[in-house]
């Protein structure tokens, strides 16, 4: 089988298609024919060994999918020819992975496998930020950080769909109209940001700030919470890990809240499907849809990188490593036949 695969830790270079012998799966594992799989940010990280998880090279990226089961191993409950999409951190950028039933959720045949493999990393990490880690309720504001980005995309249109009024901030005109297309109540650039969310929450203080970014924009972004405010802290896209000063923290009760959803997915088994169960009613009625990117080819991975790298990449690129015609929606991924 066709997989892209790391074989040196410097970046879009190190990254190229190699032949493989495809994998089995084992007890609690099911092995997928692969139809599209995402590529996001941390699949560019893991290209340059920066990422928090460092598989042992070569390794074959790839962190979501979405196809139909070609083999389940003992005990998954899972069946082979059911359509499903999935998280797998790394191996999915393949032809056939193996994942682990636990990450694994049914795909409704009215969402096409583009849009379920560009699910898991993106709407389910902001799910978990703002519904779990945040306590998102009804009314709040949301300022959201990187809007024009997948994870930011995401964000704002979860936060919109379960209530939460939201302030996207983001670089450029495009990118603050598609997230006001996307449900968000007002945009920002990012120079302008806190004064422009001062007015928004009517300069009480915003509830919850969703920041994928970093960087300088840390510290004014705990200025503009409220008594009880939350910072929640998803990634540093923007390349520096802020220190915040704890006694920050005192004055308005305000607190910044880790989002790691993979660790946490990973040590609570069906945590992935809990998810799922809540998201499935909206991604189908189209509340809440990936802004996707271009289609690419598994030859095209080292483009993909690169432009990801270079802030270049507009949603989330999919790549359609085989035609898939699975759904209603008559989906063709633009990949060549096998």
């Not at 590529?39 to 790839?62: A, C, E, H, I, W």
């Not at 979860?158 to 996307?182: D, I, M, Q, Y």
């Not at 009625?285 to 990117?293: D, M, Q």
């Amino acid at each position: 089988m066709r997989a892209v695969q790391v074989s040196r830790l410097d970046g879009p270079p190190g990254v190229a298609v190699a032949e493989l012998e495809a994998p089995r799966p084992g007890p609690g594992e099911v092995a997928v024919e692969v139809h599209a799989a995402g590529v996001s940010f941390p699949d560019m990280l893991l290209s340059k060994g920066l990422y928090q998880n460092r598989p042992g090279l070569p390794f074959t990226l790839g962190g979501e999918i979405a196809g139909i089961i070609r083999e389940a191993g003992p005990g998954t409950g899972w069946h082979p020819g059911q359509r499903i999409a999935a998280y797998c951190g790394t191996g999915g950028l393949a032809e056939v992975a193996v994942v682990s039933s636990d990450a694994v959720f049914a795909l409704p045949d009215a969402v096409p496998c583009g849009v379920g493999a560009a699910l898991s990393m993106n709407t389910f990490t902001v799910h978990f930020a703002l519904l779990r880690r945040g306590r998102l309720q009804p009314g709040e504001n949301v300022v959201v950080h990187g809007a024009g980005g997948a994870v930011g995309s995401a964000a704002v249109q979860v936060a919109a769909a379960f209530g939460g009024r939201v302030l996207a901030v983001a670089s450029t005109e495009e990118k603050r109209r598609a997230a006001l297309r996307s449900g968000a109540v007002a945009a920002s650039d990012v120079e302008k940001f806190p004064e422009a969310a001062r007015e928004f929450a009517g300069y009480a203080g915003v509830d919850i700030v969703l920041d994928p970014v970093g960087g300088p924009r840390f510290v004014d972004s705990l200025r503009i919470l409220g008594p009880e405010g939350r910072l929640l802290v998803v990634g540093f896209a923007g390349g520096s890990i802020p220190e915040v000063r704890v006694n920050r923290l005192l004055l308005n009760n305000i607190a910044v809240v880790g989002v790691g959803w993979g660790a946490f997915s990973q040590l609570r088994p069906g945590y992935v499907r809990e998810q799922w169960d809540e998201l499935a009613p909206l991604v189908v009625a189209g509340r809440i849809r990936p802004s996707l990117g271009e289609y690419r080819d598994l030859y095209d991975v080292q483009a993909v990188l690169a432009a990801i790298e270079a802030r270049r990449s507009v949603g989330q690129t999919i790549v359609a490593v085989r035609r898939c015609a699975c759904s209603t929606t008559g989906e063709r991924n633009r990949a060549p036949q096998e």
